[in-house]
């Protein structure tokens, strides 16, 4: 008998050790069985949202969860009608990549209604009492896009192109990158040209507008601070077609494929590389615990959304230029040999 005590005690350390270390054993499937998660997601139309969706989807499978996962295709009333779908079917917690983040606190209305927490992944749900935000540290990336330009040009006419207006993120990435820009700004070395969003961070839009800009200024725009890869990729097709991609640096945030590309060829003179497993995994991870009711003790910081104070993780965003690009690679993002092929 004493023997089966000691068999027992010593098999709820061991699987006590494997739960507290995170690792990826089998016996943690005990940790989160039976909790359906739902993952709403605003579109698959940028290249990162896959990887966030994939990585979220295993480490919540390794934790034993159920995932329902719907993507809105852009569509902010129809992301609406999912999430309360998925609350209908049962689900313990909501996990809310939101097309618009004020939009989207109707989401968290009726989630808590039926007793259901939300967490706003990557961007923030505004004017809501959204359970748990994890996200980058969105200004400090606005900064290391705008700083590094600066470096490379401090001095003269800069074209700030921003994210798509109804997603917070845009917001805070340009408050980052007038942080970097404003001493340069007051000094009147850099002047600003022109300050435009790019509607749902959609590459046309960025293409379409950079050209206007172009024409309405004789081509005289010497640095673009472009606040993703899709709109970067954008600017430098209207920069190409004036013969001036390369001339004049374009910032961007993603690490996309692409963008990887265009940094090696010189077209785009950085990104900023946020490590997407690190999200995707602390995310899966918050959302057993608030669907357990367990305290998320890696939230030690809070973010407004101007209705209150949200509990937060905030990762931090690596400037990545040609000269340390590998690091994407050693990170496992990026193959080398898709970075480094011809196109
Ligand atoms: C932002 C996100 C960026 C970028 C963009 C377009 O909210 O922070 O990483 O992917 O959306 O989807």
């Not at 313990?92 to 618009?100: A, F």
């Not at 700004?185 to 022109?194: M, Q």
């Not at 004789?218 to 472009?226: E, G, K």
Request: charged share 25%; net charge neutral.
């Amino acid at each position: 008998m004493i023997g089966k005590i000691r068999i027992f005690f010593a098999a709820v350390f061991f699987m006590a050790g494997f739960m507290s270390y995170g690792g990826e054993n089998e016996r943690q499937q005990t940790v989160g069985d039976g909790i359906k998660i739902g993952l709403s997601m605003d579109s698959l139309r940028v290249e990162r949202w896959r990887k966030d969706r994939d990585i979220f989807m295993k480490r919540a499978k390794v934790l034993g969860a159920e995932v329902i996962v719907q993507h809105a295709d852009g569509d902010a009333r129809r992301q609406n009608e999912q999430a309360e779908n998925m609350i209908t079917q049962g689900v313990d917690v909501l996990v809310v990549i939101p097309k618009d983040g004020v939009a989207a606190a109707q989401i968290v209305e009726i989630a808590h209604k039926e007793g259901v927490k939300v967490l706003a992944y990557d961007r923030l749900i505004m004017k809501s009492d959204v359970d748990l935000y994890i996200s980058f540290d969105n200004e400090q990336v606005g900064y290391l896009q705008a700083e590094y330009i600066a470096r490379k040009i401090p001095k003269g006419n800069y074209f700030l192109l921003g994210g798509a207006p109804t997603d917070n993120n845009a917001h805070l990435l340009r408050k980052g990158q007038m942080r970097a820009l404003q001493p340069l700004i007051d000094r009147g070395e850099i002047r600003v040209v022109a300050k435009q969003w790019a509607i749902d961070w959609d590459a046309r839009d960025a293409l379409k507008k950079t050209e206007q800009v172009l024409t309405r200024h004789d081509n005289r725009i010497d640095a673009v601070v472009a606040s993703n890869d899709g709109t970067a990729g954008g600017v430098i097709q209207a920069l190409d077609a004036q013969k001036l991609a390369g001339k004049v640096p374009v910032s961007g945030q993603d690490a996309e494929k692409a963008a990887c590309q265009r940094i090696l060829a010189g077209t785009q003179a950085m990104t900023v590389y946020k490590p997407i497993h690190l999200i995707a995994i602390t995310a899966a991870e918050a959302a057993v615990a608030l669907a357990k009711g367990d305290a998320i003790p890696q939230a030690t910081q809070t973010v407004n959304n101007d209705k209150t104070e949200v509990p937060a993780i905030l990762l931090t965003p690596i400037q990545v230029d040609k000269d340390n690009l590998d690091v994407v690679i050693d990170d496992g993002f990026h193959k080398r040999e898709d970075i480094y092929k011809k196109k």
